[in-house]
């Protein structure tokens, strides 16, 4: 199994809600990222887990909450959300932080209204 | 420090070959490359580490320049399946953080 499973695929919240990104993999991969990509541009880092430890949190805005509860799901916690924040949200992991090929998920798309 | 790809976009009939570049103001440890194509995840295509060799399956290879801090990718004989955008990732010598490059389109006609 090598995939990295994201849900939901689509996602449309207001400002005002609380809502939450999951993400598994079976892979054994000892590294997790959540990274977001705006149209037409790279993916952009957002969080490094290594070993279920956030190892690298990118600056990211506090409405953006990170979570490992083991060693194969990642969550992010959104809440509070601006429009300029819709985006597809990638998870991905990896063998072992940057040393390895990366298997991305299929992606949330986000839309905050 | 985002490296920087060239060119921006590419247009190939299928069976022609390209080149795409990826070029980083600092040192290198390693350099990555993805394709994504529309509406799908970034998709592994190779790593190259700092003192490691030429890598390549198939048509596509690639090779790593330590000293100049470069990378290059080399699509022979191009396929329409090779359509996408094409993302080099670079890593530094210390722990740090993979980061994209601005992407390089490529689309393949018949």
């Known amino acids: 199994d090598t995939e990295v499973t994201q849900t939901p695929k689509h996602l449309v919240m207001g400002m005002t809600n609380k809502k939450s990104l999951k993400c598994e993999q079976h892979?054994?991969?000892?590294?997790m990222y959540w990274y977001k990509q705006k149209a037409k541009k790279p993916p952009e880092l957002m969080f490094v887990?290594?070993?279920?430890?956030?190892?690298i949190n990118e600056s990211v805005p506090s409405r953006f909450s990170p979570e490992c509860p083991n060693s194969s799901l990642l969550n992010l916690h959104l809440h509070a959300l601006q429009p300029e924040d819709s985006a597809l949200y990638l998870c991905?992991?990896?063998?072992?932080?940057?040393?390895?090929?990366?298997?991305f998920g299929q992606g949330t798309r986000l839309t905050v209204v | 420090q985002q490296p920087v790809q060239s060119p921006q976009a590419v247009i190939l009939r299928e069976g022609e070959d390209a080149v795409i570049n990826c070029s980083s103001s600092k040192a290198l440890y390693s350099v990555h490359w993805y394709r994504q194509k529309h509406g799908e995840a970034p998709v592994f295509l190779m790593i190259?580490?700092?003192?490691?060799e030429q890598k390549g399956h198939e048509k596509i290879s690639a090779s790593f320049n330590e000293k100049k801090q470069q990378s290059s990718l080399y699509l022979t004989a191009s396929q329409l399946s090779y359509s996408g955008t094409y993302f080099c990732?670079?890593?530094?010598?210390?722990?740090?953080?993979?980061?994209f490059g601005q992407g390089t389109i490529l689309t393949v006609h018949p």
């Open positions: 991905a992991s990896s063998r072992r932080a940057w040393g390895d090929e990366a298997f």
């Open positions: 892979m054994g991969h000892r590294a």
């Open positions: 190259l580490l700092k003192g490691g």
């Open positions: 887990y290594s070993y279920e430890k956030l190892s």
């Open positions: 990732g670079t890593v530094p010598p210390s722990y740090g953080k993979l980061t």
